[in-house]
């Protein structure tokens, strides 16, 4: 069964600062990896995702997220945080075969000015 | 309309009521699904429709009917319900594999 693990349910990070989110997972076939993010009232909307080839995935926004095989990893990350990035954040995995996507229980991410 | 839409935004009913929420996406897509996301839990999916036809009903309740007459379309009947049933309902929909799903908004669901 898969499953996803995100550390931290709520990161707090100053404006212009790093931006890490942890991601987990578990999959016994080789994963679809994927970074969803979900502003106040409204639905999620994908940031970026891996599937195959480069294990270093850029998204919108200036996110990037790389897939480590060996650490089952796929933490979401950006370089300088600015305001419109609070929001919360889901990482989620699917299998190659079929249309069913896990989803972590989320970390919602506050940027102080 | 583009994407995915999901009415009403806001519902309250009472636990003897019967309501439904729609779903409807322009996106072509063949696969739509429900999800429910109650407050400090992971999201939960419920159910999968893949042309029409159901592929995945994760264990959900029968007081929560889906219903999907044609793949633009997405329905799910809401019957005696309970106040633990209070939560954010989101469809999404997803064109082939890998299963990128696209959201609608979101019902917010409160059963009183």
């Known amino acids: 069964a898969q499953s996803v693990t995100q550390l931290g349910s709520h990161v707090s990070v100053s404006e212009g600062a790093l931006v890490l989110l942890r991601c987990n997972y578990s999959?016994?076939?080789?994963?679809?990896l994927f970074w969803y993010v979900q502003y106040p009232n409204q639905g999620l909307q994908l940031l970026l995702k891996y599937t195959t080839g480069a294990t270093l995935v850029k998204g919108i926004n200036g996110f990037e997220a790389e897939f480590k095989k060996s650490e089952t990893s796929f933490h979401l990350t950006k370089p300088s945080a600015h305001m419109s990035d609070a929001a919360e954040y889901f990482c989620a995995v699917s299998d190659t075969g079929g249309f069913k996507t896990i989803f972590g229980a989320g970390t919602r991410l506050f940027v102080k000015a | 309309e583009t994407g995915v839409t999901q009415t009403p935004r806001h519902l309250v009913m009472g636990m003897t009521n019967k309501k439904s929420l729609k779903c409807e996406q322009h996106l072509g897509h063949n696969a739509m699904y429900w999800y429910k996301q109650s407050a400090k839990k992971p999201l939960e999916l419920m159910f999968v429709y893949n042309f029409k036809e159901q592929t995945e009903n994760n264990s959900v309740p029968s007081r929560f009917s889906p219903e999907c007459p044609n793949s633009s379309h997405l329905f799910l009947h809401l019957h005696t319900l309970q106040p633990e049933d209070s939560a954010l309902y989101l469809c999404?929909?997803?064109?082939?594999?890998?299963?990128?799903?696209?959201f609608g908004q979101g019902t917010r669901l409160t059963v009183v």
């Open positions: 999404a929909s997803s064109q082939g594999v890998p299963a990128e799903a696209f």
């Open positions: 999959s016994s076939v080789p994963p679809y």
